[in-house]
């Protein structure tokens, strides 16, 4: 994510994604991501967390839809979480 000059990354809350390196899930997972969250795309951040690498654990949001839920439904990442914590959007 950028936001004005600074960069931030963010590790989608709730769910365990398949690494790259398992063919050919961790590719298509990726490029739905892609797909869903565009360059330049306005999202909402709901945190939940920074992780051991300091990444922003967050639910991102498109026009009040989760990315996170809708990668879960659609078979792309499993859910760790029945619910997703929610916070303060950001």
Known sequence: MRTGNKT???RLACIDAP??????WGQQSSARLKQ???VGQAITLRPVE????KRL???VFVENRSVNVSMVQEG???SLS???QRL???
């Open 36 to 38: 869903l969250l565009p």
């Open 50 to 53: 920074t992780d051991k690498y």
């Open 19 to 24: 690494e790259m390196k398992q063919n050919p």
């Open 76 to 78: 792309q990442y499993e």
């Open 8 to 10: 931030v990354t963010v």
């Open 88 to 90: 303060p959007t950001i």
């Open 82 to 84: 029945p619910v997703p």
């Open 57 to 59: 654990v967050a639910e």
